[in-house]
Nanobody, 121 residues
């Protein structure tokens, strides 16, 4: 069992930056690829990005490529999402999730509770 807790959400102006964290507890964190998802009101949940178990590889959705960066610190059991050049359309609840395979699509085994990010104009 893995427990995931996101933090760092909040309100930011367009063009600004925000950094999210996801702290994991439970089974070996380093065995899991970690994803960040988001869900805006009235929209389906979408994958923002995914980082491999070692942190050597990362995948990003086209909508955030070049603006968002995922990183992880396996010693601290934490994955991060650095968001720069934020746009109002980035407003959503952001979730971290864990799965054993470094594959963007498919089912994820564990989910956090989410943290709200609001980008104002």
């Amino acid at each position: 069992q893995v427990q995931l807790v996101e933090s760092g959400g909040g309100l930011v102006q367009a063009g600004g930056s925000l950094s999210l964290s996801c702290a994991a507890s439970g089974r070996a964190f380093s065995t899991y690829a970690m994803g960040w998802f988001r869900q805006a009101p009235g929209k389906e949940r979408e994958l923002v990005g995914l980082i491999s178990q070692s942190g050597a590889k990362a995948y990003y959705a086209d909508s955030v490529k070049g603006r968002f960066t995922i990183s992880r610190d396996n010693a601290k059991n934490t994955v991060y999402l650095q968001m720069n050049s934020l746009k109002p359309e980035d407003t959503a609840v952001y979730y971290c999730a864990a799965r054993l395979e470094y594959l963007p699509l498919g089912e994820y085994d564990y989910w956090g509770q989410g943290t709200q990010v609001t980008v104002s104009t």
